[in-house]
C-alpha cells in the first residue's frame, strides 16, 4: 500500500438533503440518518472515510426557497468536486 494513502487523514464527505418541516422525524428522515449511520459504522465500506449529514428543512408549500436551498447544495458540490479535481492534477 502507498504509504501516502496509509497516513493520509480520514476524508469527511457532508451528504445533504432537504426535507419539508413536516418530515422532521419522519421515516424518511430516520432513513436517511440510519444510512449514513451504518455506512460510517460498517468502515470496510467507504475505508478512511466518515460521512456528515447535513438536513435543511422547507416549507412544503414554498417552492422559491425549496429551489434556493436546492441550488446552494448543488453549487457546494461542484465547487468540493472542482477543487478536488484540481488538488488530484497536480
Given amino acids: ?3 501516502a494513502v496509509k497516513t493520509s487523514s480520514p476524508y469527511v464527505d ?3 438533503a432537504i426535507f419539508s418541516k413536516s418530515e422532521v422525524n419522519s421515516s424518511t ?3 436517511f440518518k440510519y444510512a ?3 455506512i460510517n459504522r460498517d468502515k470496510g465500506m467507504l475505508p478512511d472515510t466518515t460521512l456528515m ?6 416549507d ?3 417552492s422559491f426557497h425549496a429551489c434556493k436551498k436546492g441550488t446552494h447544495v448543488l453549487a457546494y ?7 478536488s479535481w484540481l488538488k488530484n492534477i497536480r
Fill in 29 to 31: 428522515e430516520l432513513a
Fill in 77 to 83: 458540490k461542484i465547487n468540493i468536486l472542482t477543487l
Fill in 60 to 62: 412544503e408549500t414554498d
Fill in 36 to 38: 449514513v449511520h451504518t
Fill in 14 to 16: 457532508n451528504r445533504r
Fill in 53 to 58: 449529514y447535513d438536513i435543511q428543512y422547507v
Fill in 1 to 3: 500500500m502507498n504509504d
